[in-house]
């Protein structure tokens, strides 16, 4: 091997490793390992502009921006009122197979955020066991199409750099049809086995809200009592912080005095409450905006506020917004609000300002869960028309009549002409961190093909696996891809794999495919850690889960899962196509 070859495994090899360690952090870790490379010339500027303008990259940006619009039709909405029947069986169905037909032209994300509300919502049925299995079948359905989900579009984009020929529309279809009607089997005979248990109202104990008491408040010098904060609806003075002190548990005795932080858990719609005592200011009217419209956010695990200090994070500068009130799921929170450090997975409400739909970081920080979302007032006709032609574009493709890239490219052009979608909705929601990381993961696979590490990969394999069937070294890759799935975001994975895969197929001297597909079903596996995909990690908050509940359910399912994959990759891609 080479310097160079060496330098390249060491990225690859220091790329894994932080993103298992900095699990929301794979943009910068990404860009980090775009730079290492590049710099000392393991990829020359010709080969890195043509990994930026990958066909397959540019029509994976290009449908997460056709799915911006279809967001914003009420198809979802009007399924999921359909869905809540009375009889839980029939209810379960409905909710699994509309979920499994949305996910297979849909973003995950978006049919999870839609459904969380219906479900939760829902008083006849046990909730929990609806949520966690809808969200499992929403991952597993995004695997019917080669659009479904956005790990599909990754893979085809590294096999189109590395010179194979594209996927299909419908390519992914065969195995996953059968994997979806096996799991959805197997997970209807444990329909029974999560918690029945109905969901608190609000998490109302997990709650965090802070007011100060300003110096000429006639609270000051006033028992707990004698202010009359002891007993207030829905919220519970839990603490006194006093000159860096705290006070905790608070006695109804307790005399206040100016620059106090009062700490309540409890509701954030009962801050009303608190607003009719004078001199008690909430923490986002010290920062200047008004408690009157409130909004539910969650912290995605790719967010720069993930690890950050709430009065470090420059909140309201970069939002238009201010903290009211925080909750962590499984935790209670103690302290002052600006010393709370957030983390993926916690739930803030915000009061927000003007501007706060106008920014263009919304996306890449939060799923707005209540309250403050876009404006969309879509007649009829246009709502039809934009699905019609979503369902025209995607038809024209799997038909052979265009490419998938330039039936995006009329659709979003139409829409865009028409005023349908506005070039601050684009600015606003293009994901350029997820074009990054595939950028990046296309430099390195040509980098480990330049420096000569993806032919030594290929000797190596042939020598370690020269007895070794087919057969295991797929499951091989289908476990080492699971595992590392489970630590790292499915869209790195598939990105950090594909590589592996192919190596791994030239190695012993059988049909790519098989592997292409092991890491594309491998990657989507994210059954058992709540942590390891957003969607997982907004039906923990939702359904108020437990981690033996993933570790009940979702382990039992990643490995049925495997094994299922396992068995029917090869009967539809061949190791040895005639």
Same mark, same amino acid.
Request: glycine share 6%; aromatic share 8%.
């Given at each position: ?26 943009? *910068? =870790?990404?860009?980090? $390992? ?55 069986? *029939? ?28 479900? *939760? ?78 969901? @608190? ?24 009592? /004698? ?6 609806? &829905? ?6 912080? *006093? @000159?860096? /002190? ?48 409130? +909004?539910?956010?969650? =912290? ?77 007032? =879509? ?29 995006? #490219? ?11 979608? +506005?070039?601050?909705?684009?600015? &606003? ?20 093909? $330049? ?35 489970? #630590? ?46 957003? +969607? ?32 029917? =990759? ?9």
């Amino acid at each position: 091997m080479t310097i160079m070859s060496w330098w390249v495994l060491s990225v690859f090899i220091g790329t894994l490793l932080a993103l298992a360690r900095w699990q929301g952090s794979a943009v *910068r =870790i990404f860009g980090l $390992a775009l730079m290492f490379l590049y710099v000392p010339g393991a990829i020359s500027s010709e080969a890195l502009l043509a990994c930026a303008a990958n066909n397959g990259l540019l029509t994976l940006i290009l449908l997460i921006c056709a799915a911006f619009v279809l967001e914003k039709t009420f198809l979802l909405q009007r399924a999921a009122a359909w869905m809540l029947a009375q009889d839980f069986e *029939r209810c379960w169905w409905r909710v699994m197979l509309s979920c499994i037909a949305s996910s297979a032209f849909l973003n995950n994300t978006a049919i999870v955020s839609i459904m969380l509300g219906p479900l *939760r919502s829902v008083t006849y049925h046990p909730a929990r066991r609806l949520i966690l299995p809808m969200t499992y079948v929403v991952s597993i359905g995004g695997m019917l199409t080669l659009v479904g989900t956005s790990t599909n579009l990754i893979i085809n984009s590294m096999i189109i750099e590395a010179g194979l020929p594209s996927l299909h529309l419908l390519d992914f279809t065969p195995v996953a049809a059968v994997v979806v009607v096996v799991t959805l089997f197997w997970l209807w005979c444990r329909r029974y086995q999560l918690p029945a248990q109905p969901l @608190t109202a609000e998490s109302i104990e997990h709650y965090l809200v802070e007011s100060r008491l300003e110096f000429d408040s006639p609270l000051v010098g006033k028992t707990v009592t /004698q202010a009359g904060l002891r007993h207030l609806q &829905r919220l519970f003075l839990v603490e006194i912080i *006093r @000159t860096g /002190q705290k006070i905790c548990p608070v006695s109804p005795h307790e005399r206040l005095e100016a620059d106090d932080l009062l700490l309540f858990s409890g509701e954030p719609a009962s801050l009303g409450l608190l607003a009719r005592f004078n001199g008690l200011v909430s923490y986002a009217q010290r920062h200047g905006l008004k408690a009157d419209e409130l +909004t539910e956010v969650l =912290i995605l695990p790719e967010s720069s506020l993930c690890g950050t200090r709430l009065k470090d994070s420059d909140f309201r500068a970069r939002f238009d917004a201010a903290v009211v009130a925080i909750r962590r799921n499984g935790e209670t929170l103690s302290g002052t609000m600006g010393e709370q450090v957030l983390c993926c997975g916690d739930f803030l409400v915000i009061a927000t300002g003007r501007d706060f739909l106008g920014r263009a970081n919304l996306a890449k920080n939060f799923i707005i869960i209540r309250g403050a979302r876009p404006a969309v007032t =879509i007649k009829p006709l246009t709502e039809w028309l934009m699905i019609g032609g979503f369902v025209l574009a995607i038809m024209l493709s799997a038909l052979g009549i265009s490419s998938l890239f330039k039936s995006m #490219v009329c659709y979003l052009g139409i829409l865009l002409i028409s005023g349908t979608l +506005t070039l601050n909705e684009l600015r &606003r929601r293009l994901p350029l961190g997820l074009w990054l990381i595939v950028m990046s993961a296309l430099v390195m696979a040509k980098a480990m093909d $330049a420096s000569g590490l993806m032919k030594v990969i290929t000797e190596m394999m042939k020598t370690l696996l020269v007895d070794t069937s087919p057969q295991l070294a797929l499951i091989g890759m289908l476990l080492a891809t699971w595992m590392v799935t489970e #630590v790292v975001t499915n869209n790195a994975t598939a990105a950090m794999m594909t590589p592996l895969a192919l190596a791994l197929a030239q190695g012993i001297d059988v049909s790519p495919l098989p592997f292409v597909f092991a890491v594309a079903f491998g990657s989507s596996c994210s059954f058992v850690n709540p942590y390891s995909y957003q +969607t997982n990690l907004m039906a923990l908050n939702a359904g108020e889960y437990r981690l033996v509940d993933f570790l009940r359910l979702g382990l039992p399912l990643a490995l049925f899962y495997l094994a299922v994959v396992a068995v029917v =990759i090869p009967l539809f891609f061949p190791f040895f196509p005639s």
